[in-house]
Each structure stands twice: as structure tokens, then as C-alpha cells.
């Protein structure tokens, strides 16, 4: 059970750079369609680089973690 876990574990960490990895405009079209599933309305999201994040909400990394979309609520 131990390495069953500790498998899972490294496959996370594994995976990870692949995320945000991604290209932005897929990532923020993925994003939406989750948000639209849960009946979400009136939000906006954005893509910002790292140096643009001030208080946003950021809800995605993207471009391998050179930009950030950011979630607000209109």
C-alpha cells in the first residue's frame, strides 16, 4: 500500500510541469468550460504575466509558468 502511494505521489510531481506547461488559450478555454459546467456567471478571466499578478486571484499557470490567468468576479 506504501508504494501504491508513493507511486501516486511521484506521478503528481511527475505531471506537474506538464500543467503548466500548457498553452494559455487552451488553458483559460478549459477553465471557462469548468466554470460554465458549475453555473458560474459573470466572471472574467484573463491572461496576465508573472510581473502583472498584483492581487488577482490566480486560478492557472501556463507558457511553463511564465503567465497566470487570473480569476474576477464581475
Known sequence: MKKLIALMSLSF???APTFAAKN???LKSEIAAKLDAKGVKGYTLEIVS???VKD???IGSC???TK???YKKD
Do not use: L
Open 13 to 15: 510531481v511527475v505531471a
Open 24 to 26: 494559455c488559450e487552451e
Open 50 to 52: 508573472n510581473e502583472e
Open 56 to 58: 488577482q486571484k490566480v
Open 63 to 65: 507558457e511553463a509558468g
Open 68 to 70: 497566470k490567468i487570473t
